[in-house]
């Protein structure tokens, strides 16, 4: 039997709840580096930077000093982008919960919680084009809580919410890299229904995307 409970969101767990999605969203860093330097626009680029340097200094020593440079300034503009990204969102809906959530009856936040400690999140509100829609967001675990059935029981409350409200769907978006989280939806029965690049410079540039995943209730 599961250790932890599902319930819903409570004033007290406003910051453990944004610590919790901040945490999430910068676990994805090093994943994306890794799918970045994988690009061959990426090795492209690096190339015609390492010869350029070496052509400018005629040596391989400061060349490769400054590839590691480069390299470190790339890493500061990505983390930069999670962290503009999660400031975003703390300032859209995480920045008054109970408002974004509890104040509809359309809409509610759950959080799970283990030995007094909250482990996990989620959200749903109704899709801003149908109203026979839920969208999911903002489901999170704890890293030292995972693969114990939290997140898929979060999800479990969503599509029960939805289900309960008479309506026809539920949908929501996850990063390209998020393969883990892809395998619980698909394992759950969400299908993907779309496949749009993040509307960012970094997005253009990788052609980074968002997957839409749809569960049809």
């Known amino acids: 039997m599961a250790n932890f409970s599902i319930r819903k969101y409570k004033t007290r767990d406003y910051d453990i709840v944004r610590l919790l999605f901040a945490q999430g969203m910068i676990e994805h860093l090093p994943p994306t580096c890794i799918y970045l330097l994988k690009l061959p626009r990426v090795h492209f680029v690096l190339m015609v930077t390492f010869i350029s340097l070496l052509v400018l200094s005629r040596s391989y020593l400061l060349s490769f000093l400054c590839m590691t440079a480069v390299l470190a300034a790339g ?8 962290h503009r990204y999660v400031d ?24 799970a919680e283990s030995g007094g400690r909250v482990i996990g999140m989620v959200g749903v509100q109704p899709a801003r084009d149908s109203e026979k829609v839920m969208v999911l967001r903002r489901l999170s675990v704890a890293k030292d809580q995972r693969f114990r059935g939290v997140a898929r029981s979060l999800c479990a409350a969503v599509i029960d919410f939805a289900r309960q409200r008479g309506c026809e769907r539920v949908s929501l978006e996850s990063s390209m890299i998020q393969r883990a989280a892809h395998k619980l939806y698909e394992g759950i029965g969400f299908k993907k229904t779309g496949d749009k690049v993040f509307p960012t410079w970094f997005g253009m540039f990788s052609n980074f995307s968002v997957l839409t995943y749809t569960y049809d209730l």
């Open 75 to 82: 890493w500061r503009l990505l983390k930069a982008e999670f």
């Open 88 to 111: 975003q969102c703390y300032g859209d809906d995480l920045m008054d919960i109970e408002k974004s959530y509890m104040d509809d009856a359309r809409s509610c936040f759950w959080v």
